[in-house]
């Protein structure tokens, strides 16, 4: 049972980094990801112009194996921070918790290290399906190891609610990765391996620069009483154990389609990685919306579990609800902007290198919203540190994923494969809503309205921008997109924020309707 913050035995301790309000946190991760996107998505077009079809899919696959490996090594304790970094903190109890984890993580880092690295025949042939590339799996343990440090110190600053810090230090990542990546593919080789080298190395500046910022900031927070026994793996464990499921088949809704690919396309090695370079253009964009919305989930986390430690459920309800509607509109306005820009970015930006990466891109802006919205409903679900429910509705999915692909597949191509993501995605979206109604946190039609927004991208932009402004005319003179206290809300919100930046002449007309 959570403890309300007024119970005397527990003593709220100071948080030992300054935290950001959630609107705060909102607005100036955005900021700084507008330069980080953009950063991203130049990197993203010069490696598509640059690399050879097999080249982009060997990096994607090995890109995909980080991904896939680095909560699994450290058996995503480091998941567990946005749910008790608050807990143990307003117990007095940060520094024991964060020491014995960060322990326990660093050595199951080196374990993963050695065993990879032992195995590396058998990961490549896993990886890549075949054994012929063993040295590019020696380059993804080393990189492993410093992605998992980033992952870690990323989770950490988030649960603080520093968020100034971890959007810094990603955008010093992306930047770094941009510039390592481009003068390895231009001053050394132009192959997967600059590619997989230059993103270990941003990984590890970017960890060397927060490290040491935050050592010296934790320098200066209180001590506190060392009061944690085995109650803090009989607590976390369970927890960590759930979030170490849901964290695998998240990430296996964006691997389990190319594994297919490599060992059920019927096709050569060579061939198969073709296919997943057109795969990874088509991703590019969606990938950036999804990787938004990952961020997001996670910063918010910690933001509705203050409010959940506090008593104050039915808050934590209203601003998710509200949340997933706004973020929810904004991904479906991105993608339609998407996919009304595409013969630019296909043709132009790529050089008509990847056609069937264009014929799949609406499918993989709708699944990669579904996915988004996803992660940002979880969070109901992790407050309420009910992890397993979870890991079963992200089970569905994969479940669906590997038969529909062993059917779509051979028949469609790559197409076969999208599609059977999709289905995946919209299953595992659903059981999630399913098991939030079942616990209190109900869509109302708005919200309902928006989650399935998304599938009129398969009938063009044109369809697509007529939704996006009927929707937003209701949103504004409507009721039945938001209800008049989330108008409400909205322009409080809005209203705030201009008087800031001297825009009050503006909000006040929404203020009014």
């Excluded at 154990?241 to 096709?267: E, K, P, Q």
């Excluded at 370079?277 to 938004?292: E, K, M, T």
């Excluded at 909205?490 to 203020?511: H, Q, S, T, V």
Aim: include cysteine; charge should be positive.
């Amino acid at each position: 049972m959570s403890i309300p913050f007024e119970n005397p035995e527990y003593p709220v301790a100071p948080a030992p980094l300054p935290t950001d309000t959630l609107v705060d946190s909102v607005l100036i991760l955005l900021a700084l990801n507008v330069v980080q996107r953009l950063v991203g998505f130049v990197r993203a077009v010069l490696f598509c112009r640059w690399l050879d079809a097999d080249q982009l899919g060997q990096w994607d696959m090995t890109f995909s194996f980080l991904v896939l490996a680095a909560p699994l090594a450290v058996l995503a304790i480091p998941g567990t921070f946005g749910r008790y970094v608050e807990y143990y903190r307003r117990r007095g109890q940060l520094h024991a918790y964060l020491r014995r984890t960060t322990l326990v993580c660093g050595c199951l880092a080196i374990v993963a290290f050695a065993i990879t690295i032992l195995l590396r025949r058998w990961v490549s042939s896993l990886v890549f399906g075949s054994e012929d590339q063993s040295g590019e799996i020696v380059l993804a343990a080393v990189s492993l190891m410093s992605v998992i440090a980033f992952n870690y110190l990323v989770e950490l600053l988030t649960a603080l609610r520093n968020i100034r810090l971890v959007s810094a230090m990603q955008l010093l990542n992306s930047i770094a990765f941009a510039a390592l990546g481009v003068g390895l593919l231009l001053g050394w080789r132009c192959d997967a391996q600059s590619v997989v080298l230059s993103y270990g190395g941003s990984c590890l500046i970017a960890v060397i620069v927060a490290g040491r910022w935050l050592r010296l900031a934790w320098k200066n927070a209180p001590a506190d009483e060392p009061r944690l026994h085995v109650a803090l793996w009989g607590r976390i464990g369970p927890f960590a154990a759930w979030i170490l499921l849901g964290s695998i088949l998240t990430n296996l809704f964006g691997v389990v389609d190319r594994y297919m690919i490599i060992h059920f396309s019927r096709l050569s090695a060579a061939s198969a990685l073709e296919t997943v370079g057109n795969y990874h253009a088509s991703r590019i964009v969606p990938l950036l919306l999804a990787s938004i919305a990952v961020t997001l989930g996670a910063m918010i986390t910690p933001h509705l579990s203050h409010d959940w430690e506090m008593g104050r459920r039915d808050l934590v309800a209203d601003r998710l609800r509200l949340f997933m509607k706004v973020f929810g509109y904004a991904l479906f306005a991105v993608g339609t902007v998407v996919l009304a820009a595409a013969p630019l970015l296909f043709d132009v930006a790529f050089r008509g290198k990847y056609p069937e990466g264009q014929a799949v891109l609406p499918w993989t802006l709708i699944y990669c919203t579904w996915f988004g919205m996803s992660l940002i409903a979880q969070n109901y679900l992790l407050c309420a540190e009910k992890a397993n429910l979870t890991g079963i509705a992200l089970a569905s999915g994969v479940m669906l994923s590997v038969p529909l692909n062993l059917v779509l597949l051979p028949r469609l191509g790559l197409q076969g494969a999208v599609l059977a993501t999709a289905a995946a995605n919209a299953l595992s979206l659903w059981f999630v809503c399913r098991f939030n109604r079942r616990l209190g946190f109900r869509l109302d039609d708005g919200a309902k309205l928006v989650l399935v927004l998304p599938m009129l991208l398969c009938l063009g932009p044109w369809i697509a921008m007529l939704a996006l402004v009927i929707v937003a005319a209701d949103a504004v003179w409507g009721k039945s997109v938001l209800s008049p206290d989330e108008r409400r809300q909205l322009a409080e919100g809005l209203g705030d924020y201009g008087r800031r930046f001297k825009l009050d002449r503006w909000i006040a007309g929404f203020r009014r309707t």
